[in-house]
């Protein structure tokens, strides 16, 4: 599967902003799905996860109440809201695609998008 995501820009503190994912090849409902981030300087680390059918979903402590990950499994797109943006949420974020099921370790995920990068300004 091909993974490619957008969406991310400039934007103040306090502000949202919505990325996207878009999957082609293999049946994208196949895989769970996730969202990763990358600050620089740092590790990539696990954002939020959803199942299959969507249903059920994971996120870091750090983003709870504030970032929402969803799936329209009828058109292939994976997504991420993000409200209340903090300028500690700057980084590159990548979607990742994975067999297995619903995991936050780098290492379960197989396909991956090529990040897009989102900065937050005090």
């Known amino acids: 599967v091909q993974l490619q995501a957008s969406g991310g820009g400039l934007v103040q503190a306090g502000g949202s902003l919505r990325l996207s994912c878009a999957a082609s090849?293999?049946?994208?409902?196949?895989?769970?799905m996730g969202w990763f981030r990358q600050a620089p300087g740092k590790e990539r680390e696990f954002v939020a996860v959803?199942?299959?059918?969507?249903?059920?979903?994971s996120s870091a402590d750090s983003v709870k109440g504030r970032f929402t990950i969803s799936r329209d499994n009828a058109k292939n797109t994976l997504y991420l809201q993000m409200n209340s943006l903090k300028p500690e949420d700057t980084a590159v974020y990548y979607c990742?695609?994975?067999?297995?099921?619903?995991?936050?370790?780098?290492?379960?995920?197989?396909?991956w998008g090529q990040g897009t990068l989102v900065t937050v300004s005090s």
């Open positions: 959803i199942s299959r059918g969507g249903g059920v979903t």
């Open positions: 090849g293999r049946t994208f409902s196949s895989y769970a």
């Open positions: 990742a695609a994975g067999r297995y099921g619903m995991d936050t370790q780098i290492s379960a995920y197989d396909y």
